[in-house]
C-alpha cells in the first residue's frame, strides 16, 4: 500500500502563535510588623536592629511593638535608630500585611489578625490547637513555618540553627547543675588529668545530639551515644572527625549506661508527634543519687517517663534522687544569639520577597519556600495539619498554578 504523503496546501495562510512568557513581577515595598511575643518562655524577636536597618535601606518599612526585643536585650532605640517605626499599640501591629513572630500563632493574636494577612512564624505541631487553624483559615491567613523553609542545599537552616544551640547549651546546663552549689554531685564535667572522666549518655544523634557529643569531648568526658538510626550514627561519626561509643537503642544496654552515667541527655525528636518514650522509670530510678538529666525533647513530650515541663523561674526537679530539667525551647534561654540566627535566615528572605514583587511570587518561583506554606489563602496545605485535625487538604502547586 502506498504512502501518501501529506502535502501543505500554498493557497492557506500560517501565522506564528505568539508565545507566553513568565513576567517578572516589578519589585514590592513590604510593610513588616512585629510583635512582642507572649507566649510562654518566648524570649526571641525574630529580626535583629541590623536586619530591620538593612530592610529599611532598601524602601520597606518595619513596624514594631514597644519594648518587642527588651529580652533579647534590644531596646526600642536600637530599632528607631534602624529605621524601624515604634508602636505602643499591639493592634496597630497585627495592621501591617506582613506579621513576623518568633513563636506560634496564640489565642490571644486570633482577634487581631486581618484579613489575607500573612504570618511568618514557627510551627508546633505537638502543640497545635484545631480552633486556631480554623480561625486562621476563616481570615483567609496565609501562613509559613519558617522551620520548614529549606536552603538551597536542601536543608534547614532555622532548625539547624536551633539545634546547634540547644545542643551547645546542654553541656554548660549540665557542668552547672553538677556543681555543689546547684546541689549536684560536686564533680567537673570533663574531670582532670589523674581523675576519670565523667560520664554522659546522649539519646539521638541528630544536630542536637551531635553539638552536645562534640562540646562533652571538648571538655574531655566520656561520652556514649544511642540512637536506633544506623545512618545518624554513621554521619555523626564522620562529621566529628573521631571514633565514639555507639550503640542502637537496645533497653538492657541503655539501662546499663545509665546506672553509671553522671549525665544523660534525651535528644530523641519525631518530626511531628509526641517524642518517644525510650528511658522507663525503673531506670531513672537505678541512676546515680544527683546526676542530672537534661530532656532535650521536652518540647515534644519528652524521651524520660520521669519527664515533667519545668521552666527558667524553676528549672529543675528531684525525682529517685536524679535532677531533672525540663525547659522547653532551650534557645529560648540564649535570646540574642537565637534571634541573631534566626534574623540571618528571615531578612535575605525578605529581601527576595521584596524583589519577587510579593510573597505569591516568591512561592511560584522558589520551590524551597513551598515547603513551609501550611496555609494559603485559608487553604490548608500542609497534609499532617489535615490529617490531624481532619481538615480538607489542597495541594500548593494547584492553588498557585491555578492563579497564574
Not at 57 to 76: K, L, P, Q
Not at 196 to 225: D, F, H, Q
Not at 295 to 311: H, K, P, Q, W, Y
Request: charged content about 20%.
Amino acid at each position: 500500500m502506498a504512502i501518501i504523503k501529506p502535502s501543505i496546501s500554498p493557497s492557506l495562510l500560517y501565522e506564528a502563535m505568539e508565545e507566553t512568557l513568565d513576567i517578572k513581577t516589578p519589585g514590592a515595598k513590604l510593610h513588616i510588623g512585629i510583635p512582642k511575643e507572649i507566649a510562654f518562655q518566648e524570649n526571641r524577636i525574630a529580626l535583629t536592629p541590623d536586619a530591620v536597618g538593612v530592610l529599611v535601606a532598601n524602601g520597606n518599612i518595619v513596624t514594631i511593638e514597644h519594648n518587642a526585643g527588651e529580652r533579647s536585650h534590644y531596646s526600642d532605640r536600637d530599632y528607631s535608630e534602624a529605621g524601624a517605626q515604634i508602636v505602643y499599640d499591639r493592634a496597630a501591629v497585627y495592621q501591617c500585611p506582613i506579621l513576623v513572630k518568633s513563636a506560634p500563632p496564640v489565642e490571644e493574636d486570633i482577634p487581631l489578625l486581618q484579613m489575607n494577612q500573612i504570618i511568618i512564624s514557627p510551627i508546633h505541631h505537638s502543640a497545635l490547637k484545631k480552633d486556631i487553624i480554623e480561625k486562621m483559615m476563616a481570615k483567609r491567613i496565609t501562613a509559613l513555618s519558617f522551620e520548614n523553609f529549606k536552603d538551597d542545599s536542601g536543608t534547614y537552616p532555622i532548625v539547624r540553627s536551633m539545634s546547634e544551640i540547644a545542643g551547645s547549651a546542654v553541656m554548660l546546663i549540665a557542668g552547672q547543675y553538677l556543681s555543689s552549689f546547684n546541689e549536684g554531685k560536686g564533680v567537673l564535667l570533663g574531670g582532670i588529668s589523674g581523675i576519670p572522666p565523667t560520664k554522659v549518655v546522649i539519646i539521638g544523634a541528630g544536630i542536637v545530639g551531635e553539638c552536645a557529643t562534640r562540646n562533652a569531648l571538648a571538655m574531655g568526658a566520656s561520652v556514649k551515644v544511642f540512637d536506633n538510626n544506623i545512618y545518624r550514627l554513621k554521619q555523626m561519626q564522620n562529621n566529628l572527625g573521631q571514633r565514639v561509643w555507639t550503640s542502637v537503642l537496645e533497653p538492657r544496654i541503655l539501662a546499663k549506661q545509665l546506672k553509671t552515667c553522671e549525665v544523660a541527655v534525651g535528644a530523641l525528636s519525631n518530626e511531628y508527634g509526641r517524642a518517644p518514650v525510650v528511658v522507663t522509670e525503673e531506670m531513672v530510678a537505678a541512676m546515680r543519687p544527683n546526676s542530672i538529666i537534661i530532656d532535650v525533647a521536652i518540647d515534644r513530650g519528652g524521651c524520660f517517663e520521669t519527664s515533667e515541663l519545668t521552666s527558667y523561674e524553676e528549672p529543675t526537679f528531684l525525682k529517685h534522687g536524679v535532677i531533672h530539667y525540663c525547659v522547653p525551647n532551650i534557645p529560648s534561654g540564649f535570646a540574642r544569639t537565637a534571634s541573631q540566627a534566626i534574623s540571618n535566615v528571615l531578612m535575605p528572605l525578605l529581601l527576595e520577597v521584596s524583589d519577587e514583587g510579593g510573597l505569591e511570587e516568591m512561592i511560584w518561583h522558589k520551590f524551597n519556600v513551598r515547603e513551609g506554606v501550611y496555609l494559603f489563602k485559608g487553604s490548608v496545605t500542609d497534609i499532617y495539619i489535615s490529617q490531624k485535625f481532619d481538615l480538607k487538604y489542597t495541594d500548593l502547586n494547584l492553588l498557585i498554578a491555578s492563579r497564574r
